[in-house]
């Protein structure tokens, strides 16, 4: 079978590798659409402490039972997505409700071979079927969707919450879509690439290019120097750990959803002296995944805008010089796992 291969720092290759064997509690699934994640991009450039090659992408994804055990709930032409986290069963969080933040937590795609080829064998407990209406491209879409409906948890947002999103990389855009259709009083959208600002326009998000305008003074602008209630810092980058507590106001909440691989500065005194609270997210429950395939369905306008390429499988070893090239205004890239 076709499958996109990291081969190296720097290096993927579309290559015929075997089909993966069959597995007891396992479905085979024929493989239709698998979109590109950061992680992926990071597997790429050879930073990903785990990821070794040669190793399958992908996680996000969504395909058809070809096979499935006896007495299974699926039946063979479902459509379905998949909970790609890997847990160990045995630490302290494991222990207590929360596998999701497995003390040795890993991934399909990046612990062991992943989506981004023709099949994929996947036990069947993780599995959610996805219903009809939904097209395969959006169901693509239900994984890093999770990813927002666990920081809108996490920072216990509220109907009329007004919000700052900083970044506007497919996580951020998402959580700016997603907090649109839950009632957000006000959303502000922050990054310095001018392409994604003017989709995030297209939404009816305040647009801030930091090129340009300075965020604090945007903000406190737009809230009459009090602030919004919850930040979701998504960029990653160090002068947003910097501003977080400065847009927020008094009593207001900071989501880090966004992961800052070295330490960063952070005004701690404004913590103290506003009383901020300041939330970690990561990943998503299983609950959490299956709630977001039906919400798919309620966002489907504004999801479609966030496809911004489709790539063939048999194409995807230039899947990553397409987001490296800024002229081609990438969002969220999805490869077609049959073509």
């Known amino acids: 079978m076709k499958a996109l291969v990291y081969a190296g720092p720097n290096k993927v290759e579309v290559r015929n ?19 590109l994640c950061g992680s992926d991009i990071g597997i790429y450039s050879g930073k990903h402490p785990r990821a070794k090659a040669p190793l399958i992408l992908g996680h996000e994804f969504v395909g058809i039972v070809e096979t499935a055990p006896k007495d299974s709930k699926l039946a063979v032409g479902d459509h379905v997505t998949a909970y790609p986290l890997i847990s160990c ?25 992943g989506a981004m080829a023709d099949y994929c064998w996947v036990d069947e407990e993780v599995l ?24 809108l948890h996490q920072a216990k947002f509220k109907t009329l919450d007004r919000c700052v999103v900083m970044g506007a990389g497919p996580i951020g855009i998402l959580t700016a879509i997603l907090l649109k259709h839950s009632g957000a009083a006000q959303i502000i959208i922050s990054d310095i690439d001018e392409g994604r600002l003017a989709l995030c326009r297209e939404f009816g998000f305040d647009a801030v290019n930091v090129r340009d305008t300075n965020l604090i003074d945007h903000v406190n602008k737009a809230t009459d120097n009090v602030g919004v209630d919850i930040v ?3 960029s990653g980058v160090e002068s ?11 009593g207001g909440t900071i989501c880090m959803t966004g992961v800052h691989k070295a330490p960063h500065a952070v ?17 998503y429950t299983m609950r959490e995944l299956a709630d977001s395939v039906p919400l798919l369905a309620n966002m489907a306008e504004d999801l479609e805008k966030v496809i911004s390429q489709v ?4 194409e995807s070893d230039k899947i990553f010089d397409m987001v490296a090239d800024p002229s081609l205004r990438t969002v969220k890239v999805l490869v077609d796992c049959q073509a």
């Open 240 to 250: 947003a750990a910097l501003d977080v507590t400065k847009l927020t106001r008094v």
């Open 128 to 151: 959610v079927k996805v219903p009809e209406g939904i097209s395969d491209k959006l169901a693509a879409l239900a994984e890093p969707l999770a990813v927002v409906v666990r920081a």
């Open 232 to 234: 979701f810092e998504c």
């Open 89 to 113: 069963g045995e630490c302290y969080p494991c222990k207590n409700g929360t596998p999701h933040v497995c003390q040795t937590l890993h991934l399909l795609g990046i612990d062991c071979d």
């Open 311 to 314: 790539i063939p499988l048999s």
């Open 267 to 283: 005004d701690l005194m404004d913590l103290n002296f506003k009383e901020q609270t300041m939330v970690g997210s990561r990943v």
């Open 17 to 35: 590798v075997p089909e993966p064997q069959a597995r007891d509690g396992a479905v085979k699934v024929k493989m239709l659409y698998c979109g």
